[in-house]
């Protein structure tokens, strides 16, 4: 019965055409299912890459907030508790936003595992939530409190202490979510790919096991259509075939030429769709990366601001502390003692003002760089200065300030004001370094076509190996460990300014072991000025 129905061209070509037609549906229903898959990896990694974001404000809300309740506490006003309001309601928004982006997610997917995960990640925003507005009412208490200040801060510590470790867990569960789905497109893509091959393969066998069955009675007929079912087997599916005559025979070439159109234009709509997928999976993968870089971005700028201004801070308040410690003491100062003393304070003040707003400069700036107030000064006015403002915070370490009068005549053209900051600093460590009955040196000098400014002190001094790093950022050497040796910072930003205003500055120590006497010289190079700019001028 099988070789009577085979006889008919008819049916041979109709079953031909019957297994070419269920090889591209079952090629459409591949391609279907993958698109699908692929659609619902990419939705879970662009949902885990908006969480992330969202997370990252809330870090960003929080920090914005700590610092406005800092400055409430220091500085209240009604401005500042505006914008403590404004911080707080930023907060709120924020961790609104992330709730409303979690149930979004949780209505999307479907699967159990997925909103299994979507709830953790709810009851943990839920936490860090209900944290923030336990320290706003600890805030609102402190703020009400007689010593604001130090509540704030206590509060703030206690917070951070608990708050930064479960918001790192969070935004790290967000990457490793997107980093697996990413895996899972790629391991998406490449069974597709191996899929397809071995589809092309059984193609090309189901079309020399149909040749032999059906062509060897039509040998001289149908040798163009083995070849051109050939042809498409191994990819050429523009093949076409030459219709002859106008039997069965004819008709079934007819519908093969038809159905190697339909199979080229599959087979061009299957490889566009791989294309698109490559490129989508190409742009969200540079889009996660490009994410991450920018909160480590983000993260150092933060971290890096905060210990600025710790540092530009202090040299300011030590000055003013010192000024208010001597005007306290038991026996009655004099007027003139007290207006001193308050004009010292309120120098310092305007200084320290002058510095925070430098400090938030250079924080909102892109590229994170000083801009320069230059002017054209006498370096002898300088030092003058320095040593006037130093002077109380060397009396204070029982030590002695001299300034070297071989810099009259030399002139600069500089920030004057980042200047006198830097040698505060390096006076500042030299007195903290030094013991009782010492003395502080600042010399100035011209060498060829530089201004060279000496800081000297005969305190502890360096050791050798440890020279190298002195200009490191956070880099304390062996004596960092001691409480008030600072935070490793103030010699890095020396060199940070000296290097802005195209100088150099380096550093010569000893601790006595080799013989010499111990002590530490800070050398500072600035250029001279051009030959037009006169000592006149600076004057």
């Known amino acids: 019965m099988g070789r009577g129905l085979f006889s008919s061209l008819r049916a041979r070509m109709a079953l031909l055409l019957s297994v070419a037609v269920l090889v591209t549906a079952a090629s459409t229903l591949v391609l279907v299912f993958a698109l699908g898959a692929a659609s619902n990896q990419l939705d879970r990694l662009v949902s885990a890459q908006n969480r992330l974001e969202l997370l990252s404000a809330i870090s960003g809300r929080i920090g914005d907030y700590a610092l406005m309740a800092l400055q409430t506490a220091q500085q209240p006003s009604t401005r500042t508790h505006e914008a403590l309001e404004t911080a707080r309601r930023g907060t709120r928004d924020s961790f609104a936003r992330f709730e409303a982006a979690l149930a979004e997610d949780v209505r ?59 918001l790192t867990q969070a935004m790290e569960e967000e990457r490793t979510t997107a980093h697996a789905t990413q895996g899972e497109v790629q391991m998406l893509r490449d069974r597709t790919l191996r899929w397809g091959l071995i589809g092309l393969a059984l193609t090309g066998l189901l079309a020399v096991a149909l040749y032999n069955l059906l062509g060897r009675s039509l040998v001289n007929r149908v040798a163009d259509v083995s070849a051109a079912a050939a042809a498409i087997a191994r990819g050429r599916s523009d093949t076409r075939v030459n219709v002859t005559g106008h039997d069965e025979l004819s008709l079934a070439m007819a519908r093969f030429n038809r159905m190697a159109v339909h199979l080229a234009r599959r087979e061009a709509r299957l490889v566009a769709a791989q294309k698109q997928l490559q490129e989508i999976v190409d742009a969200r993968t540079a889009e996660l990366r490009a ?179 002195v200009f490191e950022r956070f880099w304390r050497g062996s004596a960092g460990t001691r409480e008030g040796t600072g935070f490793g910072i103030g010699l890095a930003l020396a060199k940070w300014i000296v290097d802005r205003h195209g100088g150099r500055i380096a550093l010569e120590s000893s601790t006595g072991e080799d013989g010499q006497r111990r002590g530490t010289c800070v050398v500072v190079r600035l250029p001279l000025p051009v030959p037009d700019i006169t000592l006149e001028a600076a004057q």
């Open 291 to 469: 994410a991450n870089t920018r909160l480590e971005n983000v993260d150092m700028a933060r971290r890096r601001f905060f210990t600025d201004v710790s540092h530009e801070l202090r040299t300011p308040l030590t000055v003013i502390l010192g000024e208010v410690e001597i005007t306290l003491r038991p026996q009655r100062p004099r007027e003139e003692d007290l207006r001193a003393a308050l004009l010292v304070i309120q120098s310092r003040a305007r200084r320290l003002h002058r510095r925070v707003e430098d400090l938030l400069r250079i924080a909102r700036s892109e590229s994170g760089q000083i801009e320069l107030d230059r002017s054209l000064f006498l370096v002898s006015d300088l030092l003058a200065e320095v040593c006037e403002g130093m002077a109380p915070v060397a009396r204070a370490g029982g030590l002695v300030l001299e300034a070297d009068g071989g810099a009259e005549g030399l002139a600069v053209d500089a920030d004057r004001e980042w200047l006198r900051q830097t040698f505060d600093g390096l006076v500042a460590n030299a007195v903290r370094h030094s013991p009782p009955g010492e003395s502080v040196r600042l010399a100035a000098r011209r060498e060829g076509d530089e201004v060279v400014i000496e800081v000297r002190d005969h305190g502890t001094g360096i050791p050798p190996d440890e020279l190298p790093h």
């Open 108 to 166: 999307r997917f479907q699967d159990e595992e997925q909103r299994t995960l979507m709830a953790a990640r709810s009851r943990t925003v839920a936490r860090l939530k209900a944290q923030f507005e336990v320290l706003d009412r600890q805030v609102e208490n402190a703020l009400a409190s007689p010593d604001a200040a130090t509540g704030v801060r206590v509060v703030l510590d206690v917070f951070a202490a608990g708050f930064g470790s479960p």
